[in-house]
């Protein structure tokens, strides 16, 4: 039997789709069937490889684009739906934590990898883009291991970071040999994407060293 927990709402990210009357709905769908909190977690990263994969097979079918945007939005939401089915059915648990972190790292990482590989990318920019995003998430937990709550600053945080490959990918599906400066646009996304999660990286430390120091 999982024991239940108090949520910390304070520590939570703030999305303001939890107050969407379709996520409210779908939540409680879910809760009805008995799906658990951990499953739509689970699901979420299994959608996001997906993801990577159909961004991989783009060099052959540029139309998987449309396909691969779609598959991020539904990792999305089941990141929105994970917590909130954990909270309404009174299941949420340290053991939940950990469902809810290491699946976002999985799936974050097989959407960017497949981006690298995606129609005129780049496999380098993917691998560097994975890897800001996971500094990302390690500098927010670092930052909460130090007792000083979750920080989900932007401007390139997960939501942020799939909302820049979901419009990308749609861009590569209508204009699939776009280039800027002649560099080709995905590999423009994803070093777009490293830049901006490495400044979202030092802009957390930097959070988290204010943080430190008025505790002093």
Known sequence: MVMSYEVDEENRRPLKSRSWRMADALSSALVRM????NAVSVAGMIVGIFAGVL???????PVLFIAAAVAVQFRLLANLLDGMVAVKST????VGELFNEIPDRVADTAILVGFGY???SAPLAGALAAAAAIFVAYVRAFGASLELGQDFCGPLAKPHRMFVV?????IC???????IAEIAFPVCV??????GSLFTAVRRIFRIRKKLRSNE
């Open 55 to 61: 961004l991989a097979l783009t060099p052959t079918r």
């Open 190 to 195: 994803l070093e777009f994407l490293v830049v």
């Open 91 to 94: 299941t949420a648990s340290k």
């Open 34 to 37: 008995g799906v658990t909190a």
């Open 118 to 120: 995606a129609y005129h």
């Open 173 to 179: 599906a209508f204009k699939p040999g776009l280039a």
């Open 166 to 170: 979901t419009v990308g990918a749609m």
